[in-house]
């Protein structure tokens, strides 16, 4: 049974930063897209990043590029996003997110199927 856990949200004021872990456990890890997913109130859920380690690959939201980082360590089976200069628009809850496979070309990491979601942590920014 495969099973995703997120932690490492919180409330920080803009400018600030946060790093998000995903601890995965229930498969072999280092062959899943894994990518992290966003939904602020009142807005559909949007991809924020991935990444496909097997083919050195990771993907960006044009919104957080430059500001966020996505990484792995499948030693660990842990996801990170590293979340630098936070805004206000940020805000939301953030899942964590896992499926067999490439993520993909171009944006399509951002659309296609993911089989594996974890509950959610919050991020919080204040002005």
């Known amino acids: 049974q495969v099973q995703l856990v997120e932690s490492g949200g919180g409330s920080v004021q803009a400018g600030g930063s946060l790093r998000l872990s995903c601890t995965a456990s229930g498969y072999t890890y280092s062959f899943y897209c894994m990518a992290w997913f966003r939904q602020a109130p009142g807005k559909e859920r949007e991809g924020v990043a991935a990444?496909?380690?097997?083919?050195?690959?990771?993907y960006y939201a044009d919104s957080v590029k430059g500001r966020f980082t996505i990484s792995r360590d499948n030693a660990k089976n842990t996801l990170y996003l590293q979340m630098n200069s936070l805004k206000p628009e940020d805000i939301a809850m953030y899942y964590c997110a896992a499926d067999l496979g490439d993520c993909g070309l171009g944006t399509s990491w951002s659309r296609r199927e993911y089989n594996f979601w974890g509950q959610g942590t919050r991020v919080t920014v204040s002005s």
């Open positions: 990444i496909y380690t097997p083919a050195g690959r990771t």
